[in-house]
């Protein structure tokens, strides 16, 4: 193994010169949407969270309700976000040729609010809720309000929050939350998000894979690639021989694969690659 593949950090123009001419398949996670104020998990300035699995949500009532509470008041923030520099570059880059389409952790659809036209939401989106039981799939507007007419006030009452990552917020006093059930079967509601300890739907990641091979190279932008879903996709790139750039604030998971990393926020980064690819 060469020093190079060793000590792959780099530059700004060392980025550039690897990705001009390429046609590129982009990884994203949350440092993309830092900018728009939805904070990351993992990033350098991150205090510790510890996100809900799966196996909690549905096997504990009281895990449950603790989330829908606190999803009630988080998810009106995510929807008032707006993108920001490096969402609308991703955009003008699709639009342009040179970016295939985007793979990206995050569920806030801030990539599509961008203009961005082939996303492939790995983790899902908040917008949407899934019944467990029946698996019919409503609105999270439709949901909002009757979780509104079960708790009258309730969001008002705790609106001064932390916001937390997954169109969630960091509220305490739950116990008194009443959670609604499907409207159809009366089966359990769980937000339409890839949790924790649960699987990324197989159709999703042959699509993600399809994007990454039918692109010349694979640049990831704001993840630090700690869990698997994103992390084979950057060895895939690797194993086949693609260039693959990291463009990260902080070391990832995935740097000893990368062709070139830098340390960097993802907005002026994405906004430097847009104007100069």
Known sequence: MSDAVLDP????????????????????GAGVST?????????????PRTPMTFQQF????????????????????????QPNAG???????EHAGTVLGVITQNVDLLHEAAGSRNVIDL???YDRVVCLNCHRVIPRTELAQ???????????EVADVEIAPDADAVVERTSHFVVAGCAVCGGMLKP?????????PRERVERAYAMVDDGDALLVAGSSLQVQSGLRFVRHAAQTGKPVV????????????????????????????????
């Open 58 to 81: 549905t096997g504990d009532e009281r895990f449950r309700r603790h989330y829908w509470a606190r999803n009630h008041v988080g998810w009106r923030h995510v929807g008032r976000t």
């Open 87 to 93: 969402h609308r570059a991703l955009a003008e880059m």
């Open 192 to 200: 339409d998000i890839v949790y924790f300890g649960e699987t990324v």
């Open 9 to 28: 950090a780099g530059t700004l123009p060392d980025v550039v010169d690897l990705l001009r001419g390429r046609r590129l398949a982009v990884l994203t």
């Open 146 to 156: 009757r979780l509104e007419d079960l708790n009258p006030h309730f969001a008002d």
């Open 246 to 277: 990291i463009v990260n604030r902080g070391t990832t998971r995935g740097d000893r694969h990368a062709t070139v990393t830098l340390h960097a926020g993802t907005s002026e980064t994405l906004t430097t690659l847009a104007a100069t690819l």
């Open 35 to 47: 900018d728009s104020g939805i904070p990351d998990y993992r990033g350098p300035d991150s205090p």
């Open 123 to 125: 983790h899902g989106r």
